[in-house]
Each structure stands twice: as structure tokens, then as C-alpha cells.
């Protein structure tokens, strides 16, 4: 459907008519790609349709690193001869972060003044751009990728800081003011009588993100990993968010140590916006401890694999289980696989459904 103007990006007044839905797109004219050269079709919340297209779809668009590295992986594997089911599968958990091809290059000269600070760097200088629950690299560049922007934008947006840093939109702004040192952006008005430079305000950022780590993980350097910063509790949502210790406890599963990241293929999200105190709500407070920055949110819920020339051979994953009962053992036994990025046979035939039963419930009115 095509939408007015507005396109559905604030609250606006559903009284006076000129704010609805102005008609269909033509079914001739909406977005396709049939049999591409290429031989696969990637889709990754990227922009599908360029500046040329004439109607509005959507404008809220991921920038692209994980289409671009989709693409990248089924290539290579195309190149020796095709795709199996098993890289279809890695290609889904791939951790790998490119917008860091795009930030990690303007460290270069750049000093920490604190020992963490220099852990920091090395750990992100030596870093492979994955993240894995054991990757140092990773929790030191996330650590250091929100307190750059903390240092570029509290200064300037206030309070629409909360709502701004830790967005796609603040990948793309950090990436480009990377490219423009002279960019007022990096004085810090909170500081009248001195002027900040791009180098500032990376270094600082460098040490301010050590002493996060440090404040959150502890002194040795050692355990400053992405599993231990970044986790998932998966809260049932009566009585597992009841605030009431026990129940909680008996509800939920978790924490579990998460690989992936926002922005990977593998997106397990995360919200920046607990960091700051709610201008609305008082008795919401800043967190300072970085795991509940870094605590999933959002993530793939299931995956999916289908060889259509093997319907049988089919396999997926969810995210906990099939039960909704905790004393079932189905309850969550499928967390493990699900964040090791293991998955269990889907048969779609009667036969191969029969065979792979090991159980079978019967309701009987």
C-alpha cells in the first residue's frame, strides 16, 4: 500500500482525513528480482529499491552490512562448487562485523592514557571482527563503539541522545564524521574554554571504554569477553516478569552468553538507551554496568534450512522450546542448540514424521 506523505514516521491526527493511506501500489510495479544472474536472492532488512523507485515502501532501511556479508559467504561457497545445507547454516550464525572495516582504521596514531585504555586498543587492533562469546576484540570495540558516540552526541543532542545512540543511524553519522576531523561535531560543548579534536575524543573514548570494562568485568583483562558482556535471559511474560524472585527464577532461563552482535548476520540485539536516565520517567535511572547495555533484546527467533530437493532433510530452530509448561522438559531444551547455532530435523514427509517421533501427545476432548 502507498502512504501519504507522512509516511507513518510520528503520531499524527486521525480525525481530519489527510493522513490516510492513498491507494495500492501496482502489482506490476512492486519490488521483484526473478531468476538473478547471481543465483541467490539476498534480502537483510537492506534497501530493496533505489532513489529511482517512485513509490514509498518503508524508510527505516539496515544499512547493509549484513546483506553485504551474506552476499560475500555465498559467494565464496558458490565458488567451490555450491551450497550445502551445513554453510546455508553458518552463513545464519556468522558474527562478523563490517561496519569496523570502516571505524578501526582512524585509531591509527591514536593514544590511550590509561592502561585499560591501551587494552582496549590492542584488543581491538588485534581483532579478528567477529563475535564470539570468547572474542576479546569484540567486547573492546562495542565497549569503545558506545562510548564514541556517547563523546560525539551527548553534547549536542541532550536528552534525544537516549533515543539516538546505538542506532543504525549513529553507525552511519560516527562513519562519516571519521572522514571529517574538522567537523564541529567533535568539540565538546560542554567545554567552553577548550577545543576538542577527532584524536580527543577517540582517546577518551578508548579510556572511558577500559573503565567500563573494568567497573563491569573486573581487573583482569583476561575475562573482558563478549559472552560475559553479552547475554540472554529468555523471561516469560506473566509471571516471569513478575518481579517476584522466585517465580522469576522458576519462569525464566537465562543468562545465557550470546555470540552475534547488531549489525551481524547473527543479530542479537541490544538497547544503549538504559544507559541514560529517562527525562520522562524519574524512576528510570542510568545504568552504568555495561552487561545491561549489552543484554539481548532482540534476536532471530528461528532458523531455517531447506534443501527443496530434499524436503526431508529439512531443519530448524527456535529459540527455547516447544513447551509453554516449566515442568516440561520441552520448556527450553532447545536454548543450547539454538545459541550454538545447532539445529533439529524438520520432515515434512508422513513417513520420515513417523519415523523421527519418539513421542506422541493425544487430546482427547
Not at 585499560?116 to 588485534?126: K, N, Y
Not at 549536542?156 to 543504525?168: I, K
Not at 513478575?242 to 538497547?271: H, M, R
Request: aromatic letters at 10%; one cysteine or more.
Amino acid at each position: 500500500r502507498e502512504d501519504s506523505n507522512d509516511h507513518g514516521d510520528r503520531p499524527v491526527p486521525g480525525y481530519d482525513g489527510l493522513h490516510e493511506w492513498i491507494g495500492m501500489i501496482p502489482y506490476n510495479d512492486l519490488p521483484r528480482v526473478y531468476n538473478p544472474p547471481s543465483g541467490f536472492i539476498v534480502s537483510a532488512n537492506n534497501e530493496l529499491v533505489d532513489a529511482s523507485y517512485p513509490y514509498f515502501i518503508a524508510q527505516d532501511w539496515d544499512p547493509g552490512y549484513r546483506a553485504t556479508r551474506i552476499i560475500q559467504l555465498l559467494k565464496a561457497d558458490a565458488a567451490k562448487g555450491g551450497v550445502t545445507m551445513d554453510e546455508m547454516s553458518a552463513i545464519q550464525t556468522d558474527t562478523k562485523i563490517l561496519r569496523a572495516d570502516l571505524v578501526i582504521p582512524s585509531l591509527s596514531g591514536i593514544k590511550a592514557t590509561t592502561g585499560d585504555g591501551r587494552a582496549i586498543l590492542s584488543a581491538i587492533q588485534g581483532w579478528d571482527q567477529t563475535c564470539t562469546v570468547v572474542s576479546l576484540g569484540c567486547a573492546a570495540y562495542m565497549a569503545f563503539e558506545e562510548q564514541l558516540e556517547r563523546g560525539i552526541f551527548d553534547d549536542d543532542l541532550g536528552s534525544l541522545a537516549r533515543e539516538y545512540v546505538g542506532s543504525t543511524e549513529s553507525w552511519q553519522a560516527v562513519i562519516a564524521l571519521l572522514a571529517k576531523p574538522d567537523d564541529p561535531f567533535w568539540d565538546n560543548i560542554g567545554t567552553p574554554n577548550k577545543k576538542e579534536t577527532e584524536a580527543d575524543i577517540l582517546s577518551a573514548a578508548l579510556d572511558s571504554a577500559g573503565a567500563a570494562l573494568h567497573s563491569s568485568l573486573g581487573a583482569d583483562r583476561t575475562t573482558w569477553t563478549w559472552g560475559r558482556l553479552h547475554t540472554g535471559t529468555f523471561r516469560e511474560v506473566t509471571l516471569g516478569e513478575s518481579g517476584i524472585g522466585p517465580l522469576e527464577w522458576y519462569f525464566d532461563k537465562g543468562p545465557y552468553p550470546l555470540a552475534g552482535a547488531a549489525g551481524a548476520v547473527d543479530a542479537t540485539y541490544y538497547q544503549f538507551s538504559v544507559g541514560y536516565a529517562d527525562p520522562y520517567d524519574s524512576t528510570v535511572t542510568a545504568a552504568t554496568d555495561l552487561r545491561s547495555l549489552f543484554e539481548m533484546t532482540n534476536m532471530p527467533s528461528y532458523r531455517l534450512d531447506i534443501d527443496m530437493g530434499n524436503l526431508d532433510g529439512a531443519r530448524i530452530i527456535i529459540t527455547t522450546g516447544q513447551s509453554g509448561n516449566p515442568t516440561d522438559p520441552h520448556y527450553g531444551d532447545l536454548i543450547d542448540d539454538w545459541r550454538l547455532g545447532r539445529q533439529v530435523p524438520l520432515p515434512f514427509s508422513s513417513a520420515a514424521q513417523l519415523s523421527a517421533t519418539v513421542t506422541t501427545l493425544t487430546l482427547t476432548p
